[in-house]
C-alpha cells in the first residue's frame, strides 16, 4: 500500500480543494482509483499502485497552487488538472496564471482558462496573422473577440471587424425571412454575442453606427483594404480556397488577423477544398504567421463536450484504419 501525504495552508485551502460534497476529490479518486481523505489540516493519499497515487498528488497540489493564485476551483478546472497530470504537464498550468485578457461588460475578468488558450493569445499578440484551429468550445473565437476588444480600448486599433461564410449547414438561405442582412444575421449570431458580453449592447450599437465595429458576412469584404483594424474571420473551415486567399490579402497596414475553424465540421459541398486547410499548408513556414492547434484538453464547455469530441476523434481514427485495410486487401486480391 501507498500513502501520501499533503499539508494544507489553511481551513478554507481544504475545503476549495475537496469542493462541496468532495466533488472535486471524488474525481481525483475515480481518475486514479485511490482514496484520499483528510485528517486535521492534512490530506492523505493511499492505494495500491504507486504510480496512480503520485498522480492523484500532483494533481492534488496543482489545485492547491491554483487556489494559492486566487483561482476558482470548478470541475473543469480539476478535469483539466487531472488531464494535465496524465501526461506529464501539470507544471505548464502556473504559466496561465495573472493574463487577464480583457474584462467585461458586467466586470467578469476574461482569462486563459487552458495552456492551449494561453498559448493561443500569446501568439495573437506576438504575430499579425494568428490561426486558431481546434474543437468546438475551445475559445476559439471568444478570446480573439476579448483580444480585439482589448486592442480597441487601448487604441492600437480604430476598428473591430468580425466575419464569416455564410454557409449553409441543412438548411437554405432563401427559406429564411427578410432581406439579405436578416438572413445572414442567424449565422453572425456568435460574433454578436460575444461582443455585446464585452461592450453592452448600448456601446455596441453606438460603435457600429460609428462604423467602429463591423459584423458582416464574408463576401462583404472583397475589394477591400483594411487597415488600422482587427480582423476576426470565424468559421474558417467552411472558406473555399478562393474566399481564403481573397481575405489573407485584405490585410492592411496596422492591421492585425485571426482565423479561427474546425476543420472536422466542415459544411461545404464535397466537391469544394476547404481554404482553410490549404492555407495551414501553405502558410506554416511564413514569417509573422502562427498555428495555434486546440486539443479535446482546451474545451471549455460542458464535459461532455469534452467526452463527445474525444469520441468521434476515436472513430474517426478507426473508420480511417478500416479503410486501409480495406484498400490493402483489394491491392493483394487484385494481385
Known amino acids: 500500500m501507498a500513502e501520501r501525504n499533503i499539508n494544507m495552508d489553511s481551513t478554507e485551502q481544504l475545503r476549495a480543494v475537496f469542493g462541496e460534497f468532495d466533488r472535486n476529490i471524488n474525481l481525483i479518486q475515480k481518475a486514479f482509483g485511490v482514496t484520499i481523505f483528510s485528517r486535521g489540516g492534512e490530506v492523505k493519499i493511499a492505494g495500491d499502485d504507486e504510480s496512480a497515487v503520485g498522480k492523484a498528488e500532483k494533481a492534488v497540489k496543482t489545485l492547491c497552487g491554483s487556489y494559492s493564485r486566487g ?8 478535469r483539466y488538472a487531472i488531464a494535465m497530470v496524465n501526461d506529464g504537464e501539470e507544471g505548464e498550468i502556473a504559466s496561465m496564471s495573472g493574463d487577464c485578457v480583457c474584462v467585461s461588460y458586467s466586470g467578469k475578468p476574461i482569462k486563459p482558462k487552458t495552456v492551449g488558450q494561453k ?5 495573437i ?9 481546434g474543437p468546438a468550445g475551445t475559445g476559439k473565437t471568444y ?29 437554405k438561405l432563401g427559406f429564411l425571412p427578410g432581406d439579405l442582412q436578416n438572413k445572414v444575421d442567424p449565422y453572425l449570431r456568435p460574433l454578436y454575442d460575444a461582443l455585446f458580453e464585452m461592450f453592452g ?3 455596441f450599437a453606438r460603435l457600429s453606427e460609428h462604423g467602429a465595429i463591423e459584423v458582416a458576412p464574408l463576401a462583404y469584404m472583397r475589394g477591400r483594404t483594411l487597415d488600422d483594424s482587427f480582423i476576426i474571420l470565424d468559421e474558417a473551415q467552411n472558406t473555399t480556397r ?15 488577423m485571426v482565423i479561427t475553424g474546425d476543420i472536422t465540421q466542415i459544411d461545404l459541398p ?3 477544398k476547404s481554404g482553410l486547410i490549404e492555407a495551414l499548408k501553405v502558410l ?3 514569417e509573422d504567421i502562427a498555428q495555434n492547434r486546440f486539443t479535446e484538453k482546451d474545451v471549455v464547455r460542458h464535459r461532455l463536450v469534452q467526452d463527445i469530441v474525444r469520441a468521434y476523434d476515436e472513430y474517426q481514427g478507426s473508420s480511417r484504419r478500416d479503410k486501409g485495410a480495406w484498400k490493402k486487401l483489394i491491392c493483394l486480391l487484385r494481385v
Do not use: H, W
Open 242 to 256: 478562393e474566399q481564403m486567399k481573397m481575405f489573407l490579402t485584405r490585410l492592411g497596414f496596422n492591421s492585425k
Open 71 to 78: 483561482e476558482m476551483i470548478e470541475e473543469q478546472n480539476v
Open 284 to 286: 506554416k513556414n511564413v
Open 125 to 133: 499578440r506576438k504575430n499579425t496573422i494568428t490561426f486558431g484551429v
Open 270 to 272: 464535397e466537391s469544394k
Open 201 to 203: 449592447q448600448e456601446s
Open 143 to 171: 478570446l480573439a473577440v476579448a483580444l480585439a476588444v482589448t486592442a480597441f480600448k487601448q487604441k492600437q486599433v480604430q476598428r473591430i471587424i468580425l466575419t464569416r461564410p455564410a454557409v449553409e449547414a441543412g438548411e
Open 119 to 123: 498559448k493561443y493569445c500569446d501568439l
